[in-house]
T-cell receptor, first 118, second 113 residues
Framework: GAVVSQHPSRVICKSGTSVKIECRSL??????MFWYRQFPKKSLMLMAT?????????EQGVEKDKFLINHASLTLSTLTVTSAHPEDSSFYIC??????????????FGSGTQLSVL | QQQVKQSPQSLIVQKGGISIINCAYE??????FPWYQQFPGKGPALLIA?????SEKKEGRFTISFNKSAKQFSLHIMDSQPGDSATYFC????????????FGKGTRLSVIA
């Protein structure tokens, strides 16, 4: 099946620094990628929808200047947490859709990134 | 507004028993209903999914039952095993190439020997 690779799996950083998380579709082209945030024992909260070659669409309450998303190619989307603070500590998950217009039947998730901001 | 309501929040089942997790939705435009399994520190993995044109779908020990009129769907795990212990999320989406999934709040399943 299709694979979505997310890197790094875990990152610890100091407050005020920026962290970049990569999401790659390994064997398919992903025109749409989604970024989620998940707090412990909670559900996935959609942060933004990323379409290749265009600006990401952010959900209400998500700061676009804080969480920079770049989807420069059909196989790579990045999420950069800028000037990270302890409250940004969370589990971040990306997902990518195989075949445009095919809905969510071809949606695959990355393995997640645990961000800890000290 | 929670578009997909999932219950129970947690579930403990004896090994060999049946685990049942329920979800209800409001949006009649939803036409795709997947279940995801998530282990700690990992991303969700698609377990099984159903569309409203069928009332039941079975894959191995996992079965989805779908009741369109009641706007409810459920996951049944037969012969539950300790390895099934995980968090399960139901989800739903509308017909669109770019519509994101709407997730339930999750059910933490523990299968005890």
């Amino acid at each position: 099946g299709a694979v979505v690779s997310q890197h790094p799996s875990r990152v610890i950083c100091k407050s005020g620094t920026s962290v970049k998380i990569e999401c790659r579709s390994l064997d398919f082209q992903a025109t749409t990628m989604f970024w989620y945030r998940q707090f412990p024992k909670k559900s996935l909260m959609l942060m933004a929808t990323s379409n290749e070659g265009s600006k990401a669409t952010y959900e209400q309450g998500v700061e676009k200047d804080k969480f920079l998303i770049n989807h420069a190619s059909l196989t790579l989307s990045t999420l950069t947490v800028t000037s990270a603070h302890p409250e940004d500590s969370s589990f971040y998950i990306c997902s990518a859709r195989d075949l445009p217009g095919q809905g969510n039947e071809k949606l695959f998730f990355g393995s997640g990134t645990q961000l800890s901001v000290l | 507004q929670q578009q997909v309501k999932q219950s129970p929040q947690s579930l403990i089942v004896q090994k060999g028993g049946i685990s049942i997790i329920n979800c209800a939705y409001e949006n009649t435009a939803f036409d795709y209903f997947p279940w995801y399994q998530q282990f700690p520190g990992k991303g969700p993995a698609l377990l099984i999914a159903i569309r409203p044109d069928v009332s039941e779908k079975k894959e191995g020990r996992f079965t989805i039952s779908f009741n369109k009129s009641a706007k409810q769907f459920s996951l049944h795990i037969m012969d539950s095993q300790p390895g099934d212990s995980a968090t399960y999320f139901c989800a739903a989406s509308t017909p669109s190439g770019n519509t994101p999934l709407v997730f339930g709040k999750g059910t933490r399943l523990s299968v005890i020997a």
